[in-house]
């Protein structure tokens, strides 16, 4: 499992992400606090308060990982 930290501030930020959870073929989980939001759910997302960064879990293999933190490269906190 691979973990990051995102950042989404607008509707088009959101859509970009879901897009890019969707092509892939593992599971991507969103963990804010208590709450784990399925990351291919656009209402999932919207759910979740977008004004602080939240974790995303991707269970998949490295490849896996890689591919999506390209796709969402410019969402990911920057540590």
Same mark, same amino acid.
């Given at each position: 499992m691979?973990?990051?930290?995102v950042q989404l501030? &607008?509707?088009a930020d959101? #859509?970009?992400f879901?897009?890019?959870a969707c092509t892939q073929p593992c599971d991507i989980d969103i963990v804010s606090g208590r709450y784990?939001?399925?990351?291919k759910s656009i209402m999932g997302i919207f &759910?979740?308060?977008?004004? #602080?960064?939240?974790?995303v879990e991707l269970h998949g293999t490295d490849?896996?990982?890689?591919?999506?933190?390209q796709n969402v490269g410019e969402?990911?906190?920057k540590e």
């Open positions: 691979k973990t990051f930290s501030k &607008s509707i959101v #859509k970009n879901v897009n890019a784990v939001i399925d990351a &759910s979740l308060d977008l004004s #602080k960064p939240f974790t490849e896996d990982a890689e591919a999506f933190a969402f990911i906190e």
